[in-house]
């Protein structure tokens, strides 16, 4: 099946950097990824829907100049914690959307980040 | 967006039991998926059923979804320790476009299949 990579899997920053994680569909093509987030012990909340070339679509009350997402081609997107803080802590995880039918979606394995 | 219901928030059961887990959407609906979560990992995606699918099977699983009621329902048959994870519905609306694919998640329902 397809497959999804993040980077990285973990990292643990301090309060007011920034952090850069990185979602790629290795052996396909996606016009569309989806950024997730995951509070423990807690179901997925869709951050925002990442589309190649053109802005990103973010759900209501999500940051966008907080988590700037850059989608530049067709197999990789970014999502940015822009000044991060211990509340940004989560499980952010991604998900890319083939460009053919039946446009399955495969997620990625997570990214674990720490803001202490 | 707002979020599915699943009950029970968590079942304990023991090996070779079933495990039943339902899970309510709010709107209409494209398909419905299922997904597996170990602790702290990815989603291992277990089965899809579309808006015009009564039920499906796949090995233990076995999936119902009523339309009317807005809701579904996953059972694992003869269940193993392995077993032990976090079951999520996902719902994807009838939305076109990039929209297309957005999966609204379900709380949850945390397994644990005691040996």
């Known amino acids: 099946g397809a497959v999804v990579s993040q980077h990285p899997s973990w990292v643990i920053c301090k309060s007011g950097t920034s952090v850069k994680i990185e979602c790629r569909s290795l052996?396909?093509?996606?016009?569309?990824m989806f950024w997730y987030r995951q509070f423990p012990k807690q179901s997925l909340m869709l951050m925002a829907t990442s589309n190649e070339g053109s802005k990103a679509t973010y759900e209501q009350g999500v940051e966008k100049d907080k988590f700037l997402i850059n989608h530049a081609s067709l197999t990789l997107s970014t999502l940015t914690v822009t000044s991060a803080h211990p509340e940004d802590s989560s499980f952010y995880i991604c998900?890319?959307?083939?460009?053919?039918?039946?446009?399955?979606?495969?997620f990625g394995p997570g990214t674990r980040l720490t803001v202490t | 967006s707002q979020q599915g219901e699943e009950d029970p928030q968590a079942l304990s059961i023991q090996e070779g039991e079933n495990a039943t887990m339902n899970c309510s959407y709010k709107?209409?609906?494209?398909?419905l998926q299922w997904y597996r979560q170990n602790s702290g990992r990815g989603l291992v995606h277990l089965i899809l059923i579309r808006s015009n699918e009564r039920e499906k099977h796949s090995g233990r699983l076995r999936v119902t979804l009523d339309t009317s009621k807005k809701s579904s329902s996953l059972l694992i048959t003869a269940s193993r320790a392995a077993d032990t994870a976090s079951y999520f519905c996902a719902s994807s609306r009838n939305a076109g476009g990039t929209s297309y694919g957005k999966l609204t998640f379900g709380q949850g329902t945390i397994l644990t299949v005691h040996p």
């Open positions: 052996d396909f093509q996606a016009t569309t």
């Open positions: 998900s890319a959307r083939e460009q053919i039918l039946p446009y399955e979606q495969y």
């Open positions: 709107t209409s609906i494209n398909n």
